[in-house]
């Protein structure tokens, strides 16, 4: 669809929000993000590295301006990507959907849509209020090796049946990679190239991320 037909039909602009730890950003994050970009003609997408993220309380999370300093220089040479530090500047847990109210509030003339991979989307009706999330922002689920989201989704639209048309599906190119991993390799004193930008991977090494558990 054109983008001009869009904006008369829809008056507005359209942002996706690509929340995560980034413990460190990968790319699957950013492949991630560009497809949905694309695919669902989103004028921009904002990545929020997470403050003090409720789920992930069982290990200790890399200082969130380091985090947000490798996203940074991450999406550096992409025009439609930003990085924002609300979630990092907020004290106490953040919930995806105070994060979203804000963002309703900041952006009131954009539609917003809310990346997730199919792993988080799995957790999503144990999070706080998933049913205002979702009315919130549409969801743009994508897939990720190893998840898969036949199931996921039929328990959200039977629960939830409005979400059907809220919730998109999309099929990025499969990138087996994640933070777990690439922190577990960086300690395992394996290689990490290619998996993130090498900016990225200099980083971790001048700063000595993830060398102890
Ligand atoms: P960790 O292993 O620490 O949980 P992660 O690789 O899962 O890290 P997160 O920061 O937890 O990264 O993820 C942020 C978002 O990006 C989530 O919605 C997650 O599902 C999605 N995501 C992460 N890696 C991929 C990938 N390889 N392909 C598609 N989506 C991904
Ligand atoms: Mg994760």
Redo the contacts with the bound molecule.
Sequence with gaps: MEANVRDSMTGGLRLGI??????P?????L??AETARIELELDNVLFIP?GNPPH?IDRIITDANLRFEMVEMSIRSNNNFKVSRMEIERTGPTYTIDTLRILKKTFSDQELYF???????KEMLTWREPEEIIKLSKIVG????GYDSRNVLSKIFKKYPFTKERIYQLE?P????????I?SRVFNQKSIRYLLPEEVRLFIKTNHLYQSK
């Design positions: 690509m929340g995560g730890t980034f413990d950003i990968h790319y699957g994050h492949v991630a997470a992930k990346i997730t991979g199919t792993d988080a989307l994508v897939s990720r090796p990025v499969a990138l087996a990679i994640s933070s777990t991993d922190r």
